[in-house]
T-cell receptor, first 117, second 113 residues
Framework: AQKITQTQPGMFVQEKEAVTLDCTYD???????LFWYKQPSSGEMIFLIY????DQQNATEGRYSLNFQKARKSANLVISASQLGDSAMYFC????WGGGSNYKLTFGKGTLLTVNP | KAGVTQTPRYLIKTRGQQVTLSCSPI?????VSWYQQTPGQGLQFLFE???????NKGNFPGRFSGRQFSNSRSEMNVSTLELGDSALYLC????????????FGSGTRLTVV
């Protein structure tokens, strides 16, 4: 079974509008972290935001916020006021701190976001 | 401060050859991880090193190997290259033992012909 599922292969948004990128995850480990990365065409993975499984508040970083619904195992990324430079691939990833899955990130397949002027 | 540096950026090799990719982590970071990214399989974990010890290895054949030096720089080697090894290879470094945060490099794009 996939550990990280991103159901939107592609998304379009108008400049200055908000957009939500979906991510659901599967784990039995009570201690885990969820990451969102942006990958422009240059290839570099740029860290956007992190949410720990024990964090009580939803994470926010500037225009990025994470809508964390632990019971539903979802960690959606919300980008407010989209900019043309936000056009890129976005990956959701999980790190589990228990058991034998340590020391690695498991990634979803990604969502290609296109921001239209 | 300098980010994660991967060299070379681009590489073209012939089937059957071997290749070595290099990753210099952020100064002070002791953990280095490697990932392979392909259109078909997405991002897959290769291995992770901390203080010269491999702590975790992904599900890749033995042709893929790596090592980490005392200065935390890491190399990965792929022997007997196959066409399917064409990919973007990404390296990430982390400051802490438990890897609460990862910083990625720009990757090495390997093409096998």
């Amino acid at each position: 079974a996939q550990k990280i599922t991103q159901t939107q292969p592609g998304m379009f948004v108008q400049e200055k509008e908000a957009v939500t990128l979906d991510c659901t995850y599967d784990t039995s480990d009570p201690s885990y972290g969820l990451f969102w990365y942006k990958q422009p065409s240059s290839g570099e993975m740029i860290f956007l935001i992190y949410q720990g499984s024990y964090d009580q508040q939803n994470a926010t970083e500037g225009r990025y916020s994470l809508n964390f619904q632990k019971a539903r195992k979802s960690a959606n990324l919300v980008i407010s006021a989209s900019q043309l430079g936000d056009s890129a691939m976005y990956f959701c990833a999980m790190r589990e701190w228990g058991g034998g899955s340590n020391y690695k990130l498991t990634f979803g397949k990604g969502t290609l976001l296109t921001v239209n002027p | 401060k300098a980010g994660v540096t991967q060299t070379p950026r681009y590489l073209i090799k012939t089937r059957g050859q071997q290749v070595t990719l290099s990753c210099s982590p952020i100064s002070g970071h002791r953990s280095v991880s490697w990932y392979q990214q392909t259109p078909g399989q997405g991002l897959q974990f290769l291995f992770e090193y901390f203080s010269e010890t491999q702590r975790n290895k992904g599900n890749f054949p033995g042709r893929f190997s790596g090592r980490q030096f005392s200065n935390s720089r890491s190399e990965m080697n792929v022997s007997t290259l196959e066409l399917g090894d064409s990919a973007l290879y990404l390296c990430a470094s982390s400051a802490d033992r438990d890897n609460y945060g990862y910083t990625f490099g720009s990757g090495t794009r390997l093409t096998v012909v």
